[in-house]
């Protein structure tokens, strides 16, 4: 029989514990900056990383099996899975927390996940969020029945759910989606590609409950069809109006954009190719797997060795199942 390939080798598990009990002499170390003291104890916020949904989901039936640990959810980014949760108060003598380190990285390697960090708990922001969520449950009635038809409502409702939102984060923003074949509404978190904004993003859906009647989504997600973008002047921007070629780099993809009748003193076609790579690689791969972009105008005679948009997609996968193997320290 076929030895299956591990996700999270024993040999990079010996390389990355040290590397974390470092991580906890710079945090709580006699000489740390935080003001942790060995007297203290803290909640402690984790992250696991692997790559398939079934391992995390066997982590997190795996962890909800011992004391100590609330899990929030499993959810995929990057070409990865994501198992993440907060322990019950833990010692922050460097001692008794390294040991704990050393344990739970074997917990996860059992697994085949990989530990990738920890955090304390900020108990202010945690309450914040959880407040919010709170409201929504007891509110959520009121917007999933809104008619999103005739618009009765709906104006007064979303002030009323920004005033809520928005403290936590002002570029968080939302969209409804109509009632699905589940009886249930898609309640789609975005940042609208602000980069910045991408952690309380994730933060905000990871605290987020489960509830009957919607599916919380973090990030806005993409879909195979052409939007056919058509601008004020009647020009419509679509996938067969765009060619590309790329190269890696160690912060993300470099794309050279070319499009059918660019006009660099038009920001449509700017704003137009956004909306392109938002709407076919979703809002996470459009901001995070492009790190450098640039538009010029296409030359169909000297197009010979560009690619078509539509095999945008392969390349970004591509290039993510490549990094599944690089050293990480996410």
């Known amino acids: 029989m076929a030895q299956v390939e591990r996700f999270f080798t024993k040999e990079e598990a010996i390389s990355w514990v040290p590397q974390l009990i470092g991580y906890n002499m710079e945090l709580i170390g006699e000489k740390n900056d ?21 391992k995390a989901q066997e982590l997190k039936t795996g962890l909800k099996e011992k004391a100590g640990y609330q899990l ?18 833990l010692s922050m003598e460097f001692g008794s927390f390294s040991k704990w380190t050393f344990e739970f990285c074997k917990t996860g390697f059992d697994y085949d996940t990989k530990l990738l960090n920890w955090n304390i708990l900020d108990k202010e ?16 009635d009121e917007f999933f029945n ?18 809520w939102l928005k403290p936590l984060n002002e570029s968080i923003t939302y969209e409804f989606s109509p009632i699905l074949e589940n009886g249930k509404r898609r309640f789609i978190l975005s940042a609208e590609g602000n980069r910045e904004a991408f952690q309380d993003l994730l933060y905000l859906f990871k605290r987020s409950p489960e509830l009957e009647k ?9 879909f195979d069809g052409d939007p056919q973008l058509e601008f004020n ?28 009748d660019y006009d660099k003193g038009n920001e449509d076609f700017e704003m137009g190719l956004v909306i392109l790579l938002d709407s076919y690689l979703g809002e996470y791969d459009a901001v995070m797997q492009i790190r450098y972009a640039d538009i010029h105008k296409l030359n169909r005679k000297k197009a010979k060795h560009l690619k078509e948009f539509k095999d945008l997609k392969q390349v970004v996968d591509k290039y993510k199942m490549k990094k599944k193997w690089l050293p990480t320290a996410r």
């Open 146 to 163: 809104l008619d999103y038809e005739k618009m009765d409502g709906i104006e007064e409702a979303f002030k009323i759910l920004d005033k």
């Open 214 to 222: 919607w599916e919380i989504i973090p990030f806005k997600q993409g």
């Open 233 to 260: 002047n009647g020009y419509t921007l679509s996938w067969d109006k765009v060619m590309f070629e790329s190269k890696e780099t160690k912060e993300g993809l470099s794309i050279d954009f070319y499009i059918e």
């Open 72 to 89: 929030y959810k499993e959810y995929s980014l990057d070409g990865f899975w994501f198992v993440t949760g907060v322990t019950d108060k």
């Open 34 to 54: 935080k003001g942790i003291r060995a007297t203290d104890t803290e909640n402690i916020e984790f992250l696991f990383m692997t790559d398939t949904k079934e």
């Open 125 to 140: 922001n945690a309450e914040n969020i959880d407040e919010f969520w709170n409201w929504f449950k007891n509110n959520q």
